[in-house]
């Protein structure tokens, strides 16, 4: 097989295996020990973070083995380590985009706001990686790619509520970039790597043994956020940062969890594979 659907099987194969053997490693030998690694649910639950940088492992070699080369590792790696330093060092005494923002104008340096920096550079980066073959875009296209990236990114994180919630999203929207007809070999590689890990660990994700976290849904936002870019003209990047934006500012508003459980169809989607709700951890987003 080979163009985009070769590229797309290669990617989710080595994606898919990648954050298998990071995981089984990870718990094997945890850096600096389990307790760094461990959060607790409100049911009183203890689940790990593994997940998330065996996830971001896992797709950035599926995107490298897929043919994405530099975009993948730098959306990949670049949003799993901005995320990273949020779940280690992060604390809860400013949330959402808002309350990160005015920390700042306070002269409050927090994590969530060099997190929100740093996933700036790396979405323009990685935007300038893909854009740099293509005569055919600007300066314009280049920006807004890059603020797509970084956009994608925080919702990932945002829908990290409850189990397997980011995940299925995930999945959701690689599909039609995989499968879409005016895809790239590019965009292929990093949907099909996004999807590869999502489905190795789904399961623990689901069961509630494991979550992704600021590091693993910022990588996986970042990667489908980057397969968008590398598919999309100007328009559809000005489309697709308009949803983010709104879907951004809406969740500053309204809660995300309360539209879905309240709207028949995503509530059953939601819910589909999770243990019953008495049992279910909940997530903190840490924007």
């Known amino acids: 097989m080979t163009g985009r659907g070769g590229a797309a099987l290669r990617a989710f194969g080595i994606g898919a295996l990648g954050s298998s053997v990071a995981a089984a490693l990870l718990r094997g030998r945890p850096p600096g020990g389990v307790e760094r690694w461990t959060r607790q649910s409100h049911a009183g639950r203890d689940l ?37 330093l949020d779940d280690v060092a992060g604390d809860s005494s400013s949330k959402g985009l808002r309350g990160h923002l005015a920390a700042a104008c306070r002269g409050e340096l927090t994590t969530g706001t060099t997190k929100i920096v740093g996933l700036g550079v790396t979405g323009l980066v990685a935007a300038l990686m893909v854009d740099r073959s293509s005569p055919r875009t600007g300066g314009l296209d280049t920006l807004a790619g890059g603020a797509l990236i970084a956009g994608s990114a925080n919702i990932a994180n945002l829908l990290d509520l409850r189990p397997g919630r980011a995940l299925k999203v995930a999945l959701l929207l690689a599909a039609p970039i995989v499968a879409g007809g005016r895809g790239t070999p590019t965009s292929s590689a990093l949907a099909g790597a996004a999807a590869g890990a999502a489905v190795a660990v789904l399961p623990d994700d689901l069961a509630g043994r494991s979550m992704l976290g600021d590091t693993g849904a910022n990588s996986a936002g970042a990667l489908l956020g980057t397969a968008l870019v590398a598919r999309s003209g100007r328009r559809g990047r000005l489309v697709a940062l308009a949803v983010v934006t ?30 019953p709700p008495a049992s279910a951890p909940s997530r903190t987003a840490a924007l």
């Not at 797709?59 to 959306?75: C, E, I, N, S, Y």
């Not at 508003?253 to 309360?258: A, D, E, M, Y």
């Open 48 to 84: 790990t973070l593994f997940e998330g940088p065996a996830y971001a492992v896992g797709a950035v070699a599926g995107a490298l083995a897929g043919g994405a080369g530099v975009p993948g590792v730098v959306a990949g790696l670049g949003a799993a380590a901005f995320g990273a």
């Open 246 to 275: 709104v879907l951004t500012l809406a969740s500053e508003k309204i809660s995300f969890t309360t539209v879905i459980e309240s709207t028949p169809g995503l509530r059953e989607l939601d819910a589909l594979g999770r243990r």
